[in-house]
């Protein structure tokens, strides 16, 4: 048992850690070769989504307690989470289609590996120190409402690693003590234990880099293999110096408020809230500015609040006769079965010299020359693209039909360049120099996505795709507040 006093100061240093290192990695967020920083330290605090669902999550202890469902943390994300990026809208779309944990993860979820889960692990290793198995338990509650696969890995095993960071100071045996609790089938483990076993055998660090990036790298940045892999190396490269594991951390690139973050929530854990503030001079802005996605409660004013409520929630947990822990080592169970809430047709041909020949044949109802596929997410699959001619144009066209006249973005995500026409009218032509990385993400894609009033009797999307091997393709409906919209049905 950890003395109050001891517990509380190394609850503090958790999230001064987390703090000063998603500080520091806010401004190289997504770069994948950012400029190398040598013992750097932030020099402002800023908002960071990594801290504000675990703000959420306090407030759902407060009004629930402690034996929590997955469907208490769905039901907590809808009333207090409003924001639209990547898995979090995904999330609150399949909550508000009626849908529940796990399902809330896994369903239409482009993103259910990201990293969005794994940054929001420490409240749940600071609730039970030295007790990795709880911190398990709470970690794949939460984790599942928005991510599946290895996204649900990635919390669990941090939550693993900063409970045992309690009661064990070397980082080295740390991970690899924590590596244990993940079942050897899952990606995260082949990860973690490449960087591992190459960083004890003496390999510099930036060809372990580039050999993690090699196998298991992912154009999206926010991938959470990539950026787990990179996290556990700047742990082992920053050789417990907190400022150069944050240095690190943000040279190696990629989600680099989150790799950051976390590499300094341990740390913290493991030195405490003195030692940090002292290494600061005691210049630390202890503040919480939470983002605007995060509404209808009141977070903690400071860091010391935080940690004293964790603390609280913490001792209560430890009370308990027969607190809930998961199984370890943590394999992920079959996902259930669920009824999709979202039903979408297409028409797609490679058969059109342009347009006007497509529209023809349309309307005169020349079906020999169409595919008609049904989709229950906004993702077409490599089987779907592979049957087209990858040396030609792919027209790719759907209709609307809302309930009521709407608001409504389509947008077009792809690896390829793309003509699109709404209501068949030309609307924009994105060229592959172009194109972000793909990530069908309204909010990624808002410039490149035009929005337009459609009616409930309905208006036409048509993409017409440049050739391309290995095409990729999502269409995405969204509002103009870049939510996701599944109450409108598209048919061909």
Not at 408 to 415: D, I, K
């Amino acid at each position: 048992m950890i003395p109050e006093n001891e517990y509380l100061d190394r609850i503090q240093g958790c999230w001064m850690g987390k703090n000063l290192g998603g500080s520091l990695g806010e401004k190289y967020e997504g770069k994948k070769n950012p400029p190398r920083l040598e013992h750097s330290l932030p020099e402002e605090s800023c908002p960071n989504d990594d801290l504000d669902l675990q703000l959420v999550w306090l407030e759902m202890l407060d009004n629930r307690g402690l034996e929590l469902s997955a469907a208490d943390f769905a039901d907590a994300w809808s009333q207090y989470i409003i924001y639209p990026f990547d898995e979090y809208a995904v999330a609150l779309a399949n909550i508000k289609a009626g849908l529940q944990p796990p399902a809330t993860g896994c369903f239409n979820n482009f993103f259910d590996e990201g990293m969005g889960a794994p940054i929001r692990s420490e409240i749940w290793g600071c609730m039970a120190p030295g007790n990795p198995a709880v911190a398990a338990h709470y970690a794949f509650l939460d984790s599942q409402v928005d991510h599946w696969n290895e996204g649900v890995y990635g919390e669990v095993f941090f939550a693993i690693l900063q409970s045992m960071a309690f009661s064990e100071s070397n980082v080295t045996k740390l991970i690899a003590d924590a590596l244990e609790m993940i079942s050897a089938e899952s990606k995260l483990h082949s990860v973690c234990s490449l960087v591992v076993e190459q960083f004890s055998a003496g390999v510099d660090p930036w060809e372990i880099r580039e050999e993690l990036l090699l196998k298991f790298g992912e154009d999206n940045f926010t991938h959470c293999l990539q950026n787990i892999g990179l996290t556990v190396l700047a742990l082992l490269s920053g050789g417990g110096d907190l400022r150069k594991t944050l240095s690190d951390a943000c040279n190696y690139g990629y989600d680099t408020d989150c790799t950051a973050a976390t590499a300094g929530a341990i740390l913290g854990i493991i030195n405490g809230g003195r030692a940090i503030l002292e290494m600061c001079d005691g210049k630390m802005d202890p503040a919480i500015i939470p983002g605007w996605g995060v509404i209808n409660f009141i977070p903690p004013v400071d860091i010391y609040e935080l940690s004293e409520r964790v603390a609280c929630w913490g001792e209560k947990l430890q009370r308990m006769a027969a607190p809930p822990m998961l199984t370890l080592p943590f394999a992920l169970p079959e996902m259930p079965e669920f009824t999709s809430p979202l039903q979408m047709e297409f028409i797609l041909s490679d058969q059109f010299a342009g347009e006007e020949e497509f529209f023809a044949a349309l309307d005169a109802g020349e079906n020999d020359k169409f595919t008609r596929v049904s989709l229950d997410t906004f993702h077409f699959t490599d089987e779907i693209l592979e049957k087209f001619d990858a040396e030609k144009d792919l027209y790719v066209y759907t209709v609307a039909r809302p309930t009521c006249e709407m608001y409504l973005t389509f947008v077009v995500n792809s690896n390829c360049g793309y003509k699109m026409l709404v209501n068949r009218r030309f609307r924009r032509q994105v060229d592959k120099s172009e194109l972000p990385p793909l990530a069908p993400s309204p909010h990624r894609l808002a410039r490149l996505s035009p929005c337009c009033k459609v009616s409930e009797k309905g208006d036409s999307l048509l993409a017409v795709l440049q050739p391309r091997q290995n095409r990729k393709l999502s269409i995405v409906i969204a509002n103009p507040d870049n939510s996701l919209q599944y109450n409108v049905p598209c048919r061909s």
